[in-house]
């Protein structure tokens, strides 16, 4: 690999991760919404902070590259921006020197072993993501014993990016890819693309955040609400549009702790294959936004 494709891979994690924060995501941090304690630029600045870790990915362990990702990022920015796009983009990552993505990556997770467990773990406390509870297993206060994949297995039931690490990544390449590219046909922009895929991912798959923070029961909720914004003929049809706004609103209530992250993050994943695969091409042929 030469330094030339490294640098692409790099740049491709950093405009999948400036893509996502950017596009106006309901109930997210965008260019025109801030959080309290994480604003727009909190991620634009943690998505040039990690690029270089990704670029550098091919070379390295999974687990080093997430806990490189952290610390660079907890140079830059106080808070917890983007743990869940690290794990999810370095082992896509590491497997972008592979002819063919999604092999690669089957191979990437198979080899994951302990030290990976041990480097992941080290990341996540220092991390320090919001709605961390305690499990009998393999708790991330304790140091592992198994492989990080094994680790993930256990952890699939309750968070959508360990299930990733279970099943191969299957909702990120046979939902959110290609609701992106639909989401492309049927909005003719990208940013309505993201938003569109973000809609679909959360009514398929209730966000892990939310039932993390909120319970099951909001989570759920959470779903339904997306499913209604998409059967009312979002963004075409002016219910479709006031059923967006209502779900914004609702996921900005009750202090933001109805964030669907865990989406976010699998919008930033989906993003680059998108990129890697060159199903999206750099110029863009299509806008950012038709709004």
């Not at 991760?17 to 950017?22: D, G, Q, S």
């Not at 990915?57 to 999974?62: E, I």
């Not at 687990?63 to 999810?88: A, D, F, K, M, P």
């Not at 320090?128 to 297995?153: C, F, H, W, Y």
């Amino acid at each position: 690999m030469t330094d030339r494709d490294r640098e692409t891979i790099g740049l491709h994690a950093q405009l999948a991760c400036i893509w996502e924060a950017t596009a106006r995501k309901p109930g997210n941090v965008h260019r025109f919404v801030d959080f309290d304690d994480l604003s727009y630029l909190d991620f634009l600045t943690c998505a040039a902070a990690v690029a270089p870790v990704l670029a550098a990915a091919p070379d390295h362990r999974v687990g080093h590259t997430v806990l490189e990702g952290v610390r660079r990022t907890r140079q830059v920015v106080r808070t917890n921006s983007n743990l869940g796009i690290l794990l999810l983009v370095a082992p896509l990552a590491k497997a972008a020197a592979e002819p063919d993505l999604r092999t690669g990556l089957v191979r990437v997770l198979d080899d994951l072993d302990v030290e990976d467990s041990r480097l992941v773990y080290e990341a996540i406390r220092l991390a320090n993501p919001g709605g961390l509870g305690q499990v009998s297993k393999q708790d991330i206060k304790d140091e592992p014993t198994l492989s990080l994949r094994a680790v993930m297995v256990l952890a699939a039931d309750r968070d959508l990016i360990a299930r990733q690490y279970a099943n191969g990544f299957r909702e990120v390449f046979d939902d959110g890819v290609p609701a992106v590219l639909e989401g492309m046909e049927r909005t003719g922009s990208l940013e309505g693309a993201i938003i569109y895929t973000h809609l679909c991912l959360m009514a398929r798959h209730p966000d892990t955040l939310i039932a993390r923070k909120r319970g099951a029961v909001e989570a759920m909720e959470s779903a339904m609400r997306a499913r209604a914004v998409l059967d009312k003929g979002w963004p075409h049809k002016p219910k479709g549009r006031d059923a967006f706004a209502d779900l914004d609103a609702w996921l900005r209530a009750e202090g933001r702790r109805r964030n669907p992250g865990t989406t976010a993050d699998m919008i930033a994943a989906c993003l680059f294959v998108l990129l890697r695969e060159r199903k999206i091409v750099l110029p863009l042929q299509c806008p950012w936004s038709r709004a």
